[in-house]
């Protein structure tokens, strides 16, 4: 029965290692495990250094030197950032100014609030984009006046500092009025009327009205009248004007840290 098991065994398990020895050492180091190989009579060693876990944290850790040099810039910017805030200066507001004013954070828009005989009125402000005011045209007549004034560039009129305004008229009940305005310092101009149903869902269409340049002249001086009884009136154009720069700049600022806090980290 021996002799039978035997002859089933695979011929290299039986195989003797009569020449041929081999065995692995590990060696536990701080820095790299070291496996080494002996073969046969020879003493031929085999080293190979494989690194530790410390070791991968520390190459993983490390930066690319680039992201300093980028760190650099960043904080730099921020140094210059940071010296030009004093050049932003906001007066203060006009004796006719009726409205809380809430800065949002990370935005880049300013809201207004405030109550007016049951109703209540929320102003939001944007920045006006000067680049939206000018056509094709306009630009070219632009680059012509530059250069019949030796490169120098055209200045805005003195006084113009618009800025852009959703003003939204709610009551306790019914519709809101939503007026899309544009006020400077000599004028009020409302781009769009619309009526706000709430009672509408917003998957249906709701008719907004015509455009409100086509409305009788009379019609579209009431309204005017209407939103300057409420607060919106040309006399605050420029302190609104000169809160938003300032607040442009401190959310620019704020935008160098943040990334500056990514690279960072």
Request: some cysteine; glycine content about 4%.
């Amino acid at each position: 029965m021996n002799k039978a098991a035997s002859s089933v065994i695979p011929l290299a398990t039986r195989t003797p290692c009569r020449n041929y020895t081999s065995a692995i050492f590990t060696t536990p180091l701080k820095t790299s495990t070291a496996i080494k190989t002996v073969t046969g009579n020879n003493n031929l060693f085999r080293t190979t250094s494989i690194p530790t876990h410390c070791q991968f944290c520390a190459l993983a850790k490390k930066k690319p030197d680039f992201d300093d040099t980028l760190l650099r810039v960043i904080d730099s910017e921020i140094v210059d950032a940071e010296e030009e805030t004093g050049d932003f200066e906001v007066g203060e507001a006009p004796s006719e100014f009726p409205f809380k004013i809430v800065d949002n954070d990370g935005a880049e828009t300013i809201t207004l609030t405030r109550n007016y005989q049951g109703e209540e009125i929320k102003v939001t402000v944007f920045k006006h984009d000067l680049s939206g005011d000018y056509e094709e045209g306009d630009e070219e007549d632009q680059d012509d006046q530059e250069a019949n004034q030796g490169g120098e560039e055209v200045e805005e009129e003195a006084g113009s500092q618009p800025v852009d305004m959703v003003v939204t008229v709610t009551k306790k009940t019914g519709p809101t009025l939503e007026f899309d305005v544009m006020v400077e310092v000599d004028e009020i101009t409302i781009n769009n009327l619309a009526v706000k149903n709430p009672n509408v869902s917003d998957e249906d269409i709701a008719y907004e009205g015509p455009e409100f340049s086509s409305l009788d002249a009379e019609l579209q001086e009431a309204f005017h009248t209407y939103l300057e009884i409420r607060g919106i009136k040309p006399s605050i154009a420029n302190f609104l004007h000169d809160y938003m720069v300032k607040k442009e700049h401190k959310e620019y600022t704020a935008w160098l840290k943040n990334l500056k806090n990514f690279i960072a980290n």
